[in-house]
């Protein structure tokens, strides 16, 4: 098992990239083959029950391999290099920072690369009617658990810590996706 251990570390440290865009994308695939499981298999008591859509899988494989995860890591390099410390005030503004001007970007890049993976006309369209409700549930999530990420997990394992939660996240994520929010109307 140490040999185990022994040659992940390496790979991390040596491919940094690889590794974690490996990781994070089998956490993508994982979180929506795991919704699709649940609401076609599950949830879904139609006979024969319904296949599973490969076609979503790979859109999330591609956005969890080549996207998401590269933008990630370089983010937080950046943030780690110029907020050095698990001090309480360094905690706070990484936290601020990451949610508040990362957060945003990070999710339109999301919903319009999956529309312009599946086609869509307007590429924009789906991110207007769930960007809001994906952002207030983000900050219910994401800010305890990235409290957790600045305050007890060493840099090296950053994106594998976030990407572990993404697993969860990404979960209600697909089920965001999934439902339509076009009706909603903030107030």
Do not use: H
Not at 15 to 37: L, R
């Amino acid at each position: 098992m140490s040999r185990i251990i022994r040659a992940v570390k390496e790979t991390f440290r040596k491919y940094p990239m690889i590794a974690n865009s490996t990781v994070y994308g089998t956490m993508c695939v994982g979180a929506e083959f795991s919704q699709q499981i649940m609401t076609k298999r599950i949830l879904n008591k139609t006979t024969p029950p319904e296949p599973i859509d490969t076609d979503v899988l790979k859109r999330y494989a591609i956005v969890g391999t080549l996207i998401s995860p590269n933008i990630l890591y370089f983010w937080y390099k950046w943030l780690d290099k110029t907020f050095v410390g698990t001090a309480p005030k360094i905690i706070v503004k990484k936290l601020l920072i990451d949610q508040f001007v990362m957060t945003p970007p990070f999710y339109v890049v999301f919903f319009v690369a999956m529309s312009f993976l599946e086609g869509k006309k307007d590429l924009l369209e789906e991110c207007k009617q769930k960007f809001i409700p994906t952002f207030k549930t983000s900050c219910v999530f994401w800010l305890p658990a990235q409290a957790v990420n600045f305050m007890l997990v060493p840099p090296a394992a950053r994106v594998i810590y976030v990407g572990m939660c993404s697993f969860i996240w990404i979960n209600m994520l697909c089920w965001i996706k999934r439902n339509d929010y076009s009706a909603i109307k903030e107030e």
